[in-house]
């Protein structure tokens, strides 16, 4: 674990280049990782000969002339990654103003129930709101129409606005939190320093607190940006029936199809991995520079603002959003899931909780399902934090050349969409000699490369915490290497890595992107099977199985909470 | 009786010229630091029970020494002998892992384990060395009491304040009862006057113990309070060696003569040789005779020769009997600071800043005669 803890070293040469094992190691890995099967994407990208022959047999642009005939799905792709960057970049501001710069009541219970929404996750939020806001039936429709009498609906959600929305809702959790540690460390005296010069609230808001929060609201919006790009269940739940259609879902539907056409998918898959890493760029362009200059590391109490008469209509609005991202969508598939049928009644002697015992028990599927994400989720959370824990220390301790890259490449497979991670890593995975393909072994290695990012960044805030001092006290005391791990580094190590660990369960049990193509018959998994029961139809089971998902979510959530006290307390 | 005492000023003597065995030895140490070298082959050695300071400002590569003879960083070049085992050496490719050193050292940042009560911090050491049962206890308690933090035994150790997360972190380091103890900046994080009282029990442990003492610091109050001798660094490599006083009085460089008390750097060209040989220095319109036995030395980019004056000893007084290094001079402004008197004068050799005791006070406007003690006037290095 302790990257420079060696035996006596061979003693370095004078100012030589010297990579070491603990850098070139998970480079390599790494490399190899992400780098074959994006290899494979790229030469099915450009196969125009027998669409199923690995490696292709002939080259050509055709494929990306195909995809001139399908612009729509890469400009309905942009639209919903825009509209809701957009859109849950507003929601995040405000609330991340309400929660920490304001004088609200409830401020901190808000601060607990705005965060849920981002674990529980698109699953969730498209199957409740396809519930809530479908034209015909909708609960929404359904009340607003009885209350008027009107015969018109008075929202649709299978729209690329409903789209939009609903993305939005369950991404802003990401923004609230990011923008939110950027406006805990900032200076109040910046802000204090325009109120003397007679700048009003509002001005100084504007003219101050907003352009100091640049980069962190430009970081949120690459991190919504990217991920709306490569988002799966929102837009194929709610835009199917109208025949709209993102990358994502063309791809899945060009794989479906029959002949699958895999050069047509890739060429598509390459083009979202482009848009991502032209996002990544621009962002990096526009931070540099400038990303730290005035805020601090420190964390400062700054001066809460009362708003006065605007108190009440941030308090609605902080309402309306937990009302519409948390309270309404798990109220409406708990409700869906004690029905009989796909229509909503609230006949209370007709509700039924047969729906639970077909999904936790009478049906194979559902049930290997759901342990089986438990065990993903449980395996994710201790091999990913392990590998990134060591990639965090090696990259703060070790003084070996390359770390910087090291670090770059451990945070790369964030600008692949993880669906298009799972495409070149299925076709990985079958030409690899070991047979892989349809295990949890494939599943549980992709979303440890995917969720490494996440992962890494955890574990790098806390190790960067630890003092090194720490560790050389324990080495000047006589402790070798290993000692110094286990009675100094890992016990300094487990608060972040238990928070981290925890983090890791709850995305790997939501996630479909990842492991739709890559869990087979044998081996299902939690997001699939709900999306294929979607598919199949049956909304009162497909709403139980959320609900037993969410309820997964949402127990990890509370450990968190409770070991996040325990730590501050101590 | 007379033999006796001649015997015993022979064996200070021999002592003090290093006869002995030194218990550190540093030689030609070069340490670099991504590239870019900040410890430039420097050598030294620490005697038995000497207390040694490495005095300069920051970055100056103090502190990669230090870390270098624990065995924290990995010197490019040079070697490093302690207790006659060399621990590091470039040539002959030995690099003993820190563990194995048998060193103790104070952090600057205390490098208290926030996981661990302060009976468990200091424990630590001698667990590791394989003391348990009652043996350990006591050694604890002991070393506790004698810092002072007896009291505190069963604290978790982040309930502690600054000062007392000091204290534990020496009784750290004491309790395996090294021969050698390494402070890296050890009170740089405490206000001025717990500095001033740790430091203090810094030296006695040091002399109870009989430990050699390797200190960093940049506060030089501190390294002239309490160092038997003292290295000042500058850009990785040591400006000058020796005792606090000799280096207070005879800088040898224009750096050390700024960096160590308040001092007058004059300038001047060089004009002849006084009666006993000292040389006679040009500044302004004053001839100014500098120390006996000294030598000018290297002058500065246009050709000047430089002196250090330190602003204590220039004397001022009203009227009296001209002689040699003695000018009237004006008092061009006086500022009171309390314990001194701080006073700006014009003199032929243009203006000097100097310390008196407020008993005497010198008005502004007022004409004075200065002297300046030829023994005070110290050629420097220019840098």
Known sequence: MIADAGEPAAVAPPYS?????????????LFGALGYPFFLLLTSAF???DPQALPAVEYGLANFVALTGHLDWIGNTLLVAFGGTALGISIGVVLAWVIHRTTLPGRRLFELLIAIPYPLGPLVGALAWSQLGAPRDGLINRVYMYMTGSSNPLIDIYTPLGIIFVEAIFEAPVAVLIIGAAMQRMDPALEECSSIFGSGKIRTAWKVTLPLMMPAILSAALFMFTSMIGSFAIPTMLGTSSRFYVSTNAIYVLLQGYPPNYPLAAA????????TAVAVWLVQRVLRGRTYAVISGKNYRPRPVN???WTWLLFALACAYVLLSLILPLGTLLVASFQTSNAIVFDFATWTLRNYVYVMFDFPTTREAILNSILLGIATGVIGVACATFIAV?????????????????MLPQAFPRLIFAFGFLWMILTLPVQLYGTLAAVLLAYIIVFLPLAYRGMSGVVVQIDKALEEAARISGANAARVARTVTLPLLRPGLLATGVLLFMVSVREISASLFLSGPNSPVLGPAIFSFWDSGGMPRVSALAVVQAVIILIALTVVRYLANRNAKV | MLAANLRTDDAVDSAATDAAQPYIEVRNLTAAFDGKVVVKDISFSVAQGEHLSLLGPSGCGKSTTLRCIAGLETPVAGEIVIDGIPVFSSTKGISVATEKRKLSMVFQSYAIWPHMTVFENVAYGLRVQGIKGSELQQRVADVLKM?????????PATDLSGGQQQRVALARSYASRPKVILLDEPLSNLDARLRVRMREEIKELQLKFDLSTIYVTHDQEEAMAISDRIIIMHDGVVEQTGKPLEIYDTPRTRFVADFIGAANIIAGTAQGEAGNGAPILKVGEALVECAPRSKLLKPDGSGQYLAAVRTVYPEIRRGGPDGPNQWSAT??????????????ITWPGGLLR?????????????????HIPASRVIPVVAD
């Open chain 1, 17 to 29: 280049f010297n990579v070491r094992p603990e850098v070139w190691i998970p480079l390599v890995l």
């Open chain 1, 47 to 49: 196969n125009v000969g």
């Open chain 1, 268 to 275: 598509l898959g390459l083009v979202l991995v482009a848009m």
């Open chain 1, 307 to 309: 708003m006065g008469r």
């Open chain 1, 394 to 410: 090696v990259t703060h301790r070790s003084r070996s050349a390359g770390r910087p890259l090291l670090e770059q490449v451990t």
């Open chain 2, 147 to 155: 810092v002072g933090m007896e009291d505190y035994i069963s604290r």
């Open chain 2, 331 to 344: 008092v061009r402004r006086r500022v009171l600071l309390g314990d001194i008197v701080n006073y700006t």
């Open chain 2, 354 to 370: 100097l310390h008196r005791l407020p008993s005497d006070l010198f008005e502004e406007g007022e004409t004075v005669k200065l």
